[in-house]
């Protein structure tokens, strides 16, 4: 997968909502989490925010969605399964990468059972990601090309077309281009290269 949608809340303004379920207050929130450091580190940092909690729970997917190579979760304290599995389940199946959310809740009193814990969190979560804004993930590629200097001309017209930008040049016996593109574009971009340069074309990662 090389394009997805990722939360467009960071550590710093992570996305926040609240739900009151018998007396008990849920407080959910969400940011982006490129890779399981940088969840790890958001539960801390909302752990370290909310100490008087009865439990901050947590569950993130820390790449593209619904991938489980890179996924944790915690309950917490709550009984056995009745909060971080269900959340990461949401998780799961929401169509998001790289999301890390926690759910801070404050016992009022009124016991919600097994069940009832399992939906909560679920909809705590749910609730949380029906108006999480989003962006885009698209992993780059970064390389270098060399080509005559006949060639240059033909090169910058076809940027646009593949969404690709000249990050440096330098001008020796030919022309050395430092390009970043999408990398779902680098395989046509450099046959296409090859082409306009009848396989001169010199390429470098």
């Known amino acids: 997968m090389t394009r997805y949608p990722v939360p467009a809340a960071t550590a710093q303004s992570p996305h926040c909502t609240q739900l ?3 007396r008990s207050r849920f407080l959910t929130q969400c940011a982006r989490a490129q890779g399981v450091e940088e969840a790890r580190a958001f539960v801390d940092m909302v752990r370290r925010n909310n100490p008087d909690a009865t439990h901050n729970c947590w569950a993130y997917v820390a790449g593209p969605p619904g991938d489980t190579a890179h996924i944790g979760s915690s309950d917490d304290g709550e009984p056995h399964g009745t909060a971080g599995r269900p959340m990461l389940q949401v998780l799961l199946h929401c169509g998001t990468g790289e999301i890390c959310t926690v ?21 705590a979560v749910r609730d949380n990601l029906a108006n999480l804004a989003l962006t885009e993930q698209r992993p780059l590629v970064h390389f270098t090309a060399e080509i005559e200097y006949a060639h240059l001309d033909g090169l910058r017209r076809s940027l646009p077309r593949f969404e690709a930008k000249i990050a440096g040049q330098r001008c020796e016996d030919c022309v050395r281009l430092d390009i970043t593109l999408p990398k779902e574009h680098f395989s046509g971009f450099t046959r296409f290269l090859a082409a306009l340069t009848n396989g001169t074309a010199r390429f470098s990662r």
């Open 20 to 22: 009151v379920l018998r």
């Open 103 to 123: 759910v801070s809740r404050w016992f009022g009193g009124v016991k919600l059972g097994t069940g009832g814990l399992v939906r909560a969190y679920q909809d």
